[in-house]
């Protein structure tokens, strides 16, 4: 039953590749001012639906495995998100019926799956601390905000895309292609992990944890790629292999760290090539599938997504969150890392409301707040998690 489960997540994922071709062609053959209405985007979203159907089995039998929801490491977490931001799409999809907001949402998609494939995919207990209902309830609607989240920024980047004049050099050319880096990167995380799990890299690290304690043997710090960060008063067990460059405190997860800045070389090398080959600029790139698109209609569809995905968030992420520590730790708030990054997030999409309920910030002040909070949900996910050890750091 598992592998049938991750042969329906690598299906879904495939028909999400297919549903960006073909929405993709319903903006090509399309003069209508970039509404799908024609066949192509028709496609486009059947082939999505379908897509989700196939993901929605892979969570449903991967829950009936494991005896819980499977939310509960980066692998099962990063997918659910990937699969409530496809179903946050189609939704949003069939409001506004455009097949460009497909051609950028999809790949976000794609990438965050990708992304979460890179994790162990074992079907582990649950440890003592997550062994209640509250993890069904708080993770999957904090995931779910997210999602909706996510579509905003999706949004937000289509209207950057059409709205800045890419001829110039500008602070807004010049923090467009980062972000564009930023989500090549995720890519280079992909192919740098899927390289060196080929070639079956493993080195380990004793190490001193935060705590003091020497941890050696099996309880040593594995890294899966060479090791330019190593651990705190790390020494590597096999010295055949790469020795760090230097070393980092016992606060921050060597391991995950080291992968990031693999992760963010290759990005660069693979940003720098397409540079190179297209000679033009990533969101220059990107003008000819957004030229037909109204500017008001994605800065609409940006807006609502906030105003949905805030209170979801709310719900799920504070609200939920703080009951269930209460209940697993006799207190509600620990200022524990996740949380506090938790807080951020839910700070900025309410200064966000504010500053375009109260202030009139629209168009391209909109789609960067809406830019710069998929950055800080992206960061909660991945450096929070992965990086910064704390209660709520992922295996």
């Known amino acids: 039953m ?3 489960s991750s042969n329906l997540l690598f ?6 590749l297919i549903g960006t071709f073909f929405f993709g062609g319903a903006i090509r053959t399309n003069s209508k001012k970039g509404e799908a209405v024609n066949k192509w985007g028709q496609i486009g979203i059947l082939v999505s639906i379908v897509g989700f159907i196939c993901q929605l089995g892979y969570f449903i039998l991967r829950w009936i495995v494991s005896g819980h929801a499977p939310v509960s490491n980066m692998f099962e977490f990063t997918t659910f998100f990937g699969m409530m931001l496809v179903a946050a799409f ?3 999809f069939f409001i506004y019926r455009t097949a460009v907001l497909g051609v950028f949402a999809l790949p976000v998609a794609l990438l965050i799956i990708a992304y979460a494939s890179m994790f162990p995919r074992e079907v582990n207990p649950l440890v003592p601390s997550l062994k209640s209902y509250w993890l069904h309830i ?7 905000g997210e999602a909706i989240l996510a579509i905003s920024f999706a949004a937000g980047l289509i209207y950057l895309v059409k709205a800045i004049n890419q001829n ?11 972000v564009m880096f930023s989500l090549i990167s995720v890519l280079g995380f992909v192919i740098i992990t899927s390289v060196f799990n080929t070639m079956h890299y493993s080195a380990t690290f004793n190490w001193v944890d935060k705590n003091g304690v020497k941890q050696v043997g099996e309880q040593g710090l594995k890294y899966e790629l060479p090791a330019i960060v190593g651990p705190h008063e790390g020494e590597i067990q096999n010295t055949a292999q790469f020795k760090p460059l230097f070393y980092v405190p016992a606060l921050l997860n060597a391991a995950k760290l080291n992968t990031l800045i693999w992760s963010l070389a290759t990005g660069l090398i693979l940003y720098l ?3 190179l080959i297209s000679r033009k600029r990533i969101g220059a790139l990107l003008q000819p599938l957004v030229k037909n698109i109204k500017l008001d209609l994605v800065d609409e569809i940006s807006y609502r997504s906030v105003l949905i995905g805030f209170p979801v968030f709310t719900l799920g992420a504070l609200i939920f969150a703080m009951i269930w520590a209460q209940v697993a730790w006799s207190k509600a708030w620990s200022w524990d890392p996740k949380e506090v990054w938790a807080l951020i997030t839910w700070l900025f999409y309410a200064a966000f409301l504010h500053l375009r309920l109260s202030k009139g910030w629209h168009g391209s002040k909109s789609a960067w707040l809406a830019v710069i909070g998929f950055a800080i949900i992206m960061f909660n996910l991945v450096a929070v998690n992965l990086v910064i050890a704390g209660l709520h750091s992922y295996a």
């Open 2 to 4: 598992l592998n049938i």
């Open 11 to 16: 299906i879904a994922f495939i028909l999400y």
């Open 90 to 92: 189609i939704i949003i």
């Open 138 to 144: 708080h993770v999957t609607t904090a995931a779910a």
């Open 168 to 178: 110039e050099k500008s602070k807004s050319t010049f923090w467009l292609e980062f």
């Open 273 to 275: 090539f397409i540079r």
